[in-house]
């Protein structure tokens, strides 16, 4: 039987016609050096997008690992700067308060 919406539940595929033929005919042929061409100078675009890509990643991390060094240097000679005390008996800090406590920073041996 026929399904409710009245359309075949298979269509025949199309043929080709003698107009999709000509149509065909009339295009011009691509030789096989051409392909080849086009393909090589496709390559070299690739290329060279890749290294273009490859030299502004460089860049990009040479410039984050800069800013990070720079950063790293500021945040040591502030720390050189500042004037701070050493606490040598660390039982003081048990009777301090907390936010004074919040407040110490521990920090290397080599800075002073």
């Not at 030789?31 to 890749?50: I, S, W």
């Not at 990009?60 to 500021?74: G, I």
Request: proline share 4%; glycine share 2%; no cysteine.
């Amino acid at each position: 039987g026929k399904p409710k919406s009245g359309k075949p539940w298979k269509i025949n595929s199309k043929k080709s016609t003698k107009l999709d033929e000509e149509h065909k005919a009339a295009l011009p042929k691509v030789t096989f050096e051409e392909r080849m061409k086009k393909k090589q100078e496709l390559e070299e675009v690739k290329k060279l997008e890749k290294s273009l890509m490859e030299e502004r990643a460089n860049k990009l991390k040479q410039a984050r690992e800069k800013s990070e060094k720079k950063k790293k240097n500021k945040e040591i000679n502030q720390f050189k700067s500042s004037s701070f005390q050493v606490i040598k008996n660390t039982k003081k800090m048990k009777t301090m308060s907390k936010k004074l406590r919040s407040q110490i920073a521990k920090m290397p041996p080599g800075m002073f």
